[in-house]
């Protein structure tokens, strides 16, 4: 079994920073794509950033050059550092990752169970 588990959530001010981690345990043989998405009340689930195994990254428009994602493939572990964070980010969000048990395995879609993330004007 895999489970994936953030933390690093909380209540900051507007202009503030924030650094959420991920990590994945149990019967992994190698991850893919890690990433980060977020759901505010009322809206749909959307994407934060995405990272590769090899460091590769995508992130949402809204996110460019205040939030940077980044990966311990040692660790098995996501981050997401989010600085000058602003009222309409607050949302809950959730890690993601495509993790195969075996060599031979096809990659399965793993969520975490989000954390929440309040930002206070």
């Known amino acids: 079994q895999v489970q994936v588990v953030e933390s690093g959530g909380g209540l900051v001010q507007a202009g503030g920073s924030l650094r959420l981690s991920c990590g994945a345990s149990?019967?992994?043989?190698?991850?893919?794509?890690m990433g980060w998405y977020r759901q505010a009340p009322g809206k749909q689930r959307e994407l934060v950033a995405i990272?590769?195994?090899?460091?590769?990254?995508n992130y949402a428009d809204s996110m460019k050059g205040r939030f940077t994602i980044s990966r311990d493939n040692a660790k098995n572990t996501v981050y997401l550092q989010m600085n000058s964070l602003k009222p309409e980010d607050t949302a809950v969000y959730y890690c993601?990752?495509?993790?195969?048990?075996?060599?031979?395995?096809?990659?399965?879609?793993?969520w975490g169970q989000g954390t929440q993330v309040t930002v206070s004007s």
């Open positions: 993601q990752a495509l993790i195969r048990a075996s060599r031979f395995g096809e990659f399965d879609n793993y």
């Open positions: 149990g019967t992994i043989y190698d991850i893919s794509d």
């Open positions: 990272i590769a195994s090899g460091g590769s990254t």
